[in-house]
């Protein structure tokens, strides 16, 4: 449904098939584009993890390489995996559970890859069929791989960048030296890359900026002009037409010199952060003598930033376009629908320039609605009788006006200006929970006051609240406190100790509630009296969030995806992309009205 945009972490083209695009996302996803990234497609899921580099084989152009890390909860994982139809199936290919950070076929010989991990770099002769590893396992400095380079004419010469300085060997791993002489100490290489042209000339891109070598690595020499805040090179490429011209991506924008780096110019906004780039070379002819060369066309440049998406140029970089049309990859952290007009979605995105969105058909167009928030962050949306409510970072909520298009403060909240973690709807009054008590209005927000406890204020995560404002349920530090008689007394509830306690609760009913714990889902049928896990076809993790309408029931199940049922809880299913739920669920259930 979009909208469009999203993380990208690594970009490549096809070498045969220049506009033959792909590229992989933070949460293990991988696109594709036939053309240069006019349109995209979602093709498969490698795994649960970062992907940091595709490789493409090439002996068949559906064969693809993919190398992803990830943070597990008993350490670092990963590994490498395959395709053999064009990224739309993936299997493993070795280095199971070893944090792949960088993926490089050799140049001279396509059946030799070299992957870069966490606990040391590994070679395979076979094209991924098998690995070994070439740095000793127990040597404290051969560790911490992040980049990866090989000789385009020996494969035996591959350099390595770590967390901590590069390394070189010349014999395909049986010796390896630091290279360091010239580099800044303790220097992050994130990227490094060889001259296909001259061998001997390499770049660095490190968190101490970037780094030349014209003798193979031997000697860096530090390359001046980029402010010392940008420094945190992750990808830097050199025209192959055009020595002189270099393209750096840092976390402070793009950058670029066409003078062999005396001077260097940003040519993008500073807060673009770019994770990759593909450079295509500068078309040249010759005049009809075949003696002087011409430059007739700058190089085409494409970027992966961190929250625009993939941006492309056609004259250098001089302008820039979006190239997301297909890549509907944002991460969106709170969404509401609106009740009188299911059709009516926001969205609160992560990590994206547009923090707020607006869809008035259901998806499938949106506007960013952020006019009037000055900056501050919002973490919630809602939607109220008064129309689109958000939760601001800073404390106290603002209201959408759709007259002038702008975001306005909540009138009169006063001393109340308090953190919004969740609000609830009755007939004649709001409920907002926040980290410092319950809060109360009866005037569609002008004012607040808080609703007391007995034991002083409470943090509350959650608040739920029947039509007519009697029956209270909210969740405060994992535990459960329930109201019926609109807040005037409490009563304490727990849930079994190996829940881990409570994150949200949900009304089936008036006697039945759902509640979501760190350690499964949880249902009571006698208005939460006692508690029982639902289990069948339920995975043992973390209950993220709950949608219950009559006959349709659906948990997030932490890293295991959705589960639905159909026979209140009985029984469950997994959900997977792409299956049909046009005969049992109706757009409106995406997001809570």
């Known amino acids: 449904m979009g909208p469009v945009g999203g993380d990208v972490r690594t970009l490549v083209a096809d070498p045969l098939q220049p506009n033959l695009l792909y ?31 595709i490789v493409m084989s090439p002996q068949n152009s559906e064969t693809l390489f993919s190398a992803v890390w990830t943070g597990e909860v008993n350490g670092e994982g990963g590994g490498v995996f395959v395709s053999h139809d064009g990224g739309k199936t993936w299997q493993s290919s070795g280095l199971a559970g070893h944090a792949v950070r960088a993926l490089v076929p050799a140049p001279s010989d396509p059946n030799i890859l070299i992957a870069g991990t966490l606990d040391g770099v590994f070679r395979s002769n076979d094209l991924g069929k098998n690995w070994e590893r070439i740095t000793p396992l127990s040597d404290s400095e051969l560790r911490n791989f992040d980049s990866l380079a090989i000789d385009p004419r020996d494969p035996g010469v591959i350099y390595a960048g770590t967390f901590h300085l590069p390394w070189k060997t010349v014999d395909g791993g049986k010796s390896w030296k630091l290279i360091r002489v010239g580099m800044m100490d303790d220097s992050d290489v994130l990227s490094l890359e060889v001259n296909p042209l001259n061998p001997q000339q390499e770049l660095a891109g490190a968190c101490s900026g970037i780094y030349r070598s014209e003798d193979a690595g031997a000697n860096w020499q530090k390359l001046e002009g980029i402010p ?68 007739v066309a700058p190089a085409r440049v494409l970027i992966a930033t961190e929250d625009r998406g993939v941006l492309g140029s056609e004259d250098g970089g001089v302008h820039f376009r979006e190239l997301n049309d297909g890549f509907h990859h944002q991460r969106i952290v709170s969404l509401a629908v609106d009740a009188e007009k299911p059709g009516r979605v926001a969205a609160v995105l992560a990590n994206s320039p547009d923090q707020i969105v607006q869809s008035d058909n259901g998806g499938q167009n949106w506007s960013t609605i952020k006019a009037g928030l ?29 007259g002038t298009a702008q975001w306005l403060p909540l009138a009169n909240t006063g001393s109340f200006h308090f953190v919004v973690n969740d609000i609830a709807f009755a007939a004649t009054a709001w409920f907002a929970a926040s980290p410092t008590g319950l809060f109360i209005t009866r005037d569609n927000g002008a004012t607040w006051t808080a609703v007391p406890f007995s034991t002083g204020n409470l943090a509350v995560d959650s608040v739920r609240v029947s039509r007519d404002g009697q029956k209270l349920r909210i969740v405060s530090s994992n535990a459960m406190v329930f109201s019926d008689d609109a807040g005037k007394s409490w009563t304490w509830r727990d849930l079994p100790l190996d829940s881990g306690g409570a994150i949200r609760l949900e009304s089936a009913d008036d006697a039945t509630l759902l509640a979501a714990a760190r350690n499964g889902l949880y249902i009571s049928r006698d208005d939460g009296a006692s508690w029982k896990r639902l289990q069948m076809g339920l995975p043992a993790a973390r209950a993220d969030d709950l949608l219950i309408r ?44």
């Open 23 to 53: 590229l992989g996302t933070p949460d293990g996803y991988v696109f594709g584009s036939p053309d240069a990234g006019k349109r995209w497609q979602a093709l498969g899921r490698v795994a649960h993890g970062v992907i940091t580099a």
């Open 228 to 295: 010392y805040s940008a420094r945190r090179t992750l990808t830097v490429h050199q025209d192959p037409a055009n020595p002189a011209t270099l393209i750096a991506g840092t976390t402070e924008g793009l950058w670029k010199t066409t003078d062999g780096a005396t001077r260097w110019k940003r040519i993008s906004p500073k807060d673009w952060v770019i994770n990759a780039l593909v450079m295509e070379a500068a078309a040249r002819t010759s005049d009809a003598n075949d003696r002087v060369e011409h430059s």
């Open 374 to 402: 000055n900056g501050d962050s919002v973490t919630r949306i809602f939607s109220s009788p008064a129309g689109w409510l958000a939760a601001l970072a800073s404390g106290g909520l603002a209201r959408f006006d759709p």
């Open 550 to 593: 009559d006959h349709l029931w659906l948990v997030l199940m932490h890293g295991r995806g959705l589960f639905l049922s159909q026979n209140q809880g009985a029984s469950w299913s997994p959900m997977k992309e792409g299956d049909d739920t046009s005969t049992y669920m109706q757009p409106t259930i995406l997001a809570k009205d």
